[in-house]
Structures are given as C-alpha cells and as structure tokens.
C-alpha cells in the first residue's frame, strides 16, 4: 500500500480527546506534490496537516493549513511524533530528526510527554500600530514583530486576552493577520495566558500554538530572565505548553491523543 494512502487525525497538546489542537498526519512518498497536499489539507480543514516522507536518518515534514504551507508547526509536529511512536515506526528511546522548512526539529519522548526542540524566533519591539486596537477591541501596552511574519502583542491582564473578540475579516487584510496576543497568567500554576490569530492563513483562532511559542520563550526571558515556563493557551478548546529556552532554541512539550485513522482513495 502507497503510503499516502493512510491519514490520521490527532488532538495535541491534550492528554484528552477534543481538547488542545487537532492535526492532520498523513506519510507521503518522496516526490509527492504540493498541490495534492494542500487539496488533501484543505479536504480535512484542520488548522494544520502534517506532511511526512519518512527517512533512515531523518524525515522530511511540511505543514499546509487549509489555504497554504507554512514553515513550521508546534502542534502538527507533536501529532507526527505522536503517530510515529505510536505505530512503532521509532522505538520510544529513539529520537526523532525532522528537516522542515524552518530548520532542523529534533523530537524526543520520556513517557507520555513529547519534547520538540525549535529555533528561537527572534523579536523586535516596534510602535503600537495605531489600527490595533480597532482590530483586537483594546490597545496593546507593547507590540513586536517576529519570525515568520508572526506579530507579538503585550495585553494589560488576562481577562482582556480571553475576552477578545478580534475582527477577522478587518485583520485578514492588513500585516497583523498572524498575531500572538499575550498577558501575565492570574492563574496559579501558569506563568502567561496566549491566544493566537491567523486569519492570513485561513484560521480565525488557533487552539494551541506550538510555533508561537518560539517567539513567546523569546519575549518573556526577556521580560523576567525565567528560561522554565508553564503556558496556558487559553482558546476555547485550551491547550497547557511546558516551554523552556536552550540557549537559541525552544523545547516544547505535550502529550497527544490519536482521535482517527483513515484511508484515502486518491
């Protein structure tokens, strides 16, 4: 059987089913095209497909969400990791090597907890752009620009972050279409809330954010001079992130629930 024939569908960052993020993982063979995998994400209509050519030292990975690829993605690459041990294609004690667009992803497991070691995004601090706040209902105390087109802004406190009702439309057509809105947790046992938009791709709100993360380390080491974090995602399906900063890369990590398996007959 092809292997682009076979098609699961995983909730990440969640040890239960229909929480955290769901993700498409389907393993291709070398060579397969970008237009059948963005027509086969756009078919599933999850926020992210992962794409898998399996290798003997490392595999390749690309992510589609339903209207185009992006270059990286925490939550698809938890629910290919999550898939590959799985179904015992690697022993537990074997690491995984990802080459995405975005750099090289090394994946390790200890448990039922999958660690994703990424790059660092960068962040620089820019003005307030003055039409935020008629986009997101409340002025950002600081607003950055980051990797990836991903824009960071500061919120004054976490009630101002779950209560957030953007407008999409009005942000799908301007440069913040791929915004990270973030707060100080009130929470015990959390040390930021985060909910993250990207209408530019075709997803109003993410569930739970892996890649973001990579900016978040980022701005918050810089914030409190912590490298350790506990994250709380705080979308309707919510998500919890264990996040820390390795020099210049980010590990994340999460457990993952297989929700489906399917066969594809094209």
């Not at 039409?131 to 991903?150: D, H, L, N, R, V």
């Amino acid at each position: 059987m092809a292997l682009n024939r076979i098609i699961y569908h995983v909730d990440a960052f969640t040890s239960e089913p229909f929480k955290g993020n769901p993700a498409g993982v389907c393993f291709v063979e070398k060579g397969t095209s970008a237009e059948w995998m963005q027509k086969i994400a756009a078919e599933l209509n999850l926020s992210e497909t992962a794409f898998i050519v399996p290798g003997k030292e490392r595999s390749e990975i690309r992510f589609f969400t339903p209207e185009a690829e992006v270059p990286l993605c925490g939550h698809a690459t938890l629910s290919a990791s999550h898939i590959m041990y799985e179904t015992k294609m690697l022993k537990p004690e074997e690491e995984i090597t990802f080459k995405a667009s975005a750099g090289i992803l090394k994946i390790r497991k200890s448990g039922k907890q999958v660690t994703m070691n990424f790059p660092v995004f960068p962040i620089t601090k820019v003005p307030v752009p003055s039409e935020i706040e008629e986009m997101i209902g409340t002025k950002p105390a600081e607003f950055y620009k980051s990797a990836f087109g991903w824009t960071l802004a500061l919120i004054e406190n976490e009630k101002l972050v779950r209560n957030m009702k953007p407008d999409f439309r009005m942000m799908k057509n301007s440069e913040y279409g791929d915004l990270i809105v973030t707060a100080k947790s009130e929470e015990s046992g959390f040390d930021f809330c985060v909910r993250c938009f990207a209408p530019a791709l075709g997803i109003d709100e993410d569930p739970v954010t892996g890649s973001a993360h990579c900016a978040l380390v980022t701005f918050w080491h810089l914030r409190t001079g912590k490298k350790d974090f506990i994250s709380h995602q705080v979308s309707k399906r919510s998500g919890i992130l264990q996040v820390s900063l390795k020099e210049d890369r980010v590990e994340i990590s999460g457990q993952a629930v297989t929700i489906m398996k399917g066969e594809l007959f094209v």
